[in-house]
């Protein structure tokens, strides 16, 4: 069975003008009718540099707790990185078909990792107008370099470089977000597996749409890991849930997006909201990014920090181990 990728679909589209009905969603998440339109909505930005270490607490504790979502400036990652990223990512996509699909997910396998096509089709059996590649990154023992790309020849080491730059951007974030939760600077990050956390990065691919006003990337959700760390290519698409309605976020170049996944709002008791989100596509133009989800291991169990809740204070989310969680998730139990 061959799995048909958005890409392809994408280029038979672009002739015909129109798109799979598939592709077209139900009014109600149409983002023609359903967006804001004529506002970016400028999400609070975190100084990383910012020798004021209280105030920094404060920004980041802000807004955790009111969007859920922050774009990190001045973090130390050179911009020359994050473009060798997202020009080594960039051409992976653009290789022959069949160059691609030598690190496909296999059939039949349960695993994240690989180059794919979310296959589940979601509620009202709609599509996303999207292809992606995932792989884990850090620690080096959860690495599997089958599902990294061999071409270009510069994308291991470019993804080795830009994973270890990250890492103490990532210690410092949860560093300040423990100690918006008055916890010790390790305690968050403990909290989700402390060294054995994991680095996965998704690519996400989405090709020019003849109809992005009916279609939707990515479609609603929040993720599931503890933080993940986007980075965007020059493409507006990212959308943000506030306030009851769809916006999208403002771009600040080279800041990393920042979202507060579904593990820290269980660490933290609901204190920290996870953000709400989703990515819509462009008439002419692809759009790519890059979020890193930070991961606790499979069988690490998370639930609220003992120090967080009370009897004023009960624990609002239940304590069990990762896996059973994405179980959940994926297949739409309740948690
Ligand atoms: C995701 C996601 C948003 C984007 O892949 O989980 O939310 O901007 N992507 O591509
Ligand atoms: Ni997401």
Redesign the pocket.
Same mark, same amino acid.
Request: hydrophobic share 25%; net charge positive.
């Given at each position: 069975m061959e799995v048909e990728r958005v890409q392809e679909i994408a280029s038979l589209s672009s002739l015909k003008g129109t798109i799979p009905s598939a592709f077209i969603r139900l009014e109600n998440e149409q983002p023609a009718i359903t967006t804001i339109h004529g506002v970016l909505l400028e999400v609070p930005v975190i100084d990383l540099s910012n020798p004021d270490h209280q105030s920094l607490v404060a920004s980041i504790s802000e807004a955790s707790q009111n969007w859920g979502i922050f774009q990190v400036v001045n973090h130390g990652i050179p911009s020359e990185l994050i473009s060798k990223l997202q020009k080594d990512g960039k051409e992976f996509f653009e290789l022959p078909q069949e160059e691609k699909e030598k690190i496909a997910k296999p059939i039949g396998y349960e695993g994240v990792e690989g180059y794919g096509t979310k296959l589940q089709k979601e509620i009202e059996g709609k599509k996303g107008w999207?292809d #992606?590649l995932f792989h884990r990154v850090w620690p080096p023992s959860a690495i599997n370099y089958h599902f990294w790309p061999k071409n270009p020849p510069s994308y291991r080491d470019t993804n080795e470089k830009y994973a270890q730059s990250l890492i103490p951007v990532a210690d410092k974030l949860f560093g300040l977000l423990s100690r918006g939760l008055g916890l010790e600077d390790g305690e968050l990050k403990q909290g989700l597996g402390g060294e054995e956390l994991t680095y996965i990065l998704?690519i996400?691919y989405?090709p020019p749409c003849p109809c992005p006003e009916l279609a939707l990337?990515?479609a609603p @959700?929040t993720?599931m890991s503890s933080l993940?760390i986007?980075v !965007?290519n020059e493409v507006q698409?990212?959308q943000v849930f506030k306030d009851d309605h769809w916006y999208d976020v403002a771009y600040i170049p080279n800041a990393l997006?920042v @979202?507060i996944g579904d593990q820290i709002e269980i660490l933290s008791n609901g204190k920290y909201k996870s953000v709400f #989100? &989703?990515?819509t596509v462009n008439k002419d133009k692809t &759009?790519m990014?890059w !979020?890193m989800?930070l991961e606790p291991p499979p069988e690490f169990e998370v639930g609220p920090m003992p120090k967080l809740t009370s009897e004023e204070n009960p624990p609002k989310y239940k304590t069990k181990k990762f896996k059973d969680y994405v179980y959940c998730k994926l297949n739409k139990l309740p948690q």
């Open positions: 999207v #992606h998704k996400n989405y990337g990515v @959700h993720d993940t986007l !965007p698409g990212l997006i @979202h #989100h &989703r990515s &759009r990014s !979020p989800f």
